[in-house]
């Protein structure tokens, strides 16, 4: 079973400082990875996905994540935080080499970025 | 382009009542999900659709949660009868391939009393 592991339940940055929201995830196939962003009482938006190419994504927002095959990481990455990136952020996964497999989202990191 | 659309936004219902969701996914998008996220967690695969059929159903707690997709566009989701637990948000979403990313609609909050 694939699954998604978000070690931290909150991050703290001062803005202006580099964040970085860890996950880690376990798939039997090639992993296909996504990062999405939470605001209160809103949906899941979409920031950035790796399928395959490039370790380096970049996404919506100055986010950017570096998918590392040997580690199982996916963690996400901004160098310059805002007040406004304060929100809830989810990493997912599905198995990329199964025809319809499911997105499987780890328990979410909360960001807090501070003025 | 439009988005995922659902609803209620909210509802709230007594423990043992019934309540339906609805959505409409974006226009074309054969993949459809409903996903569970209670207070603290990420969300939760109940269902997903590929066209009219069913893809996934296998956390959908059958004896209670029902779901269908009318000729592979809108869906509903019922609950009948809510349980306590069963307060969460509900999120609707749609995809158009294996790679895409998926977009997600506002949620029903559902509050069981």
């Known amino acids: 079973a694939q699954s998604v592991a978000q070690p931290e339940d909150q991050v703290n940055v001062a803005e202006g400082n580099p964040l970085t929201v860890k996950c880690t995830y376990s798939v039997s196939g090639n992993p296909y990875l996504f990062w999405y962003v939470q605001y209160p009482n809103r949906g899941l938006q979409f920031l950035l996905k790796y399928i395959t190419g490039d370790n380096l994504v970049k996404g919506s927002y100055g986010f950017e994540a570096e998918f590392n095959k040997s580690q199982t990481s996916f963690h996400l990455k901004k160098p310059s935080a805002l007040v406004s990136d304060s929100a809830l952020y989810f990493c997912?996964?599905?198995?990329?080499?199964?025809?319809?497999?499911?997105?499987?989202f780890g328990k979410g990191t909360m960001l807090l970025v501070s003025p | 382009e439009a988005g995922v659309a659902q609803s209620p936004r909210y509802k709230i219902i007594e423990k043992r009542q019934s309540v339906a969701f609805w959505c409409n996914p974006i226009?074309?998008?054969?993949?459809l999900y409903w996903y569970q996220q209670i207070l603290g967690q990420g969300p939760k695969l109940l269902i997903q659709?590929?066209?009219?059929?069913?893809?996934?159903d296998s956390q959908l707690p059958k004896d209670r949660f029902s779901a269908e997709r009318l000729k592979g566009v809108d869906s509903t989701l019922k609950i009948q009868p809510a349980k306590l637990e069963d307060s969460a948000v509900y999120l609707c979403?749609?995809?158009?391939?294996?790679?895409?990313?998926?977009?997600f609609g506002e949620g029903s909050r559902l509050t069981v009393l």
């Open positions: 979403a749609s995809s158009s391939g294996q790679v895409g990313e998926l977009f």
């Open positions: 997912a996964v599905r198995d990329g080499h199964s025809g319809y497999s499911t997105l499987t």
């Open positions: 659709f590929q066209n009219n059929g069913v893809v996934d």
């Open positions: 226009s074309g998008h054969a993949t």
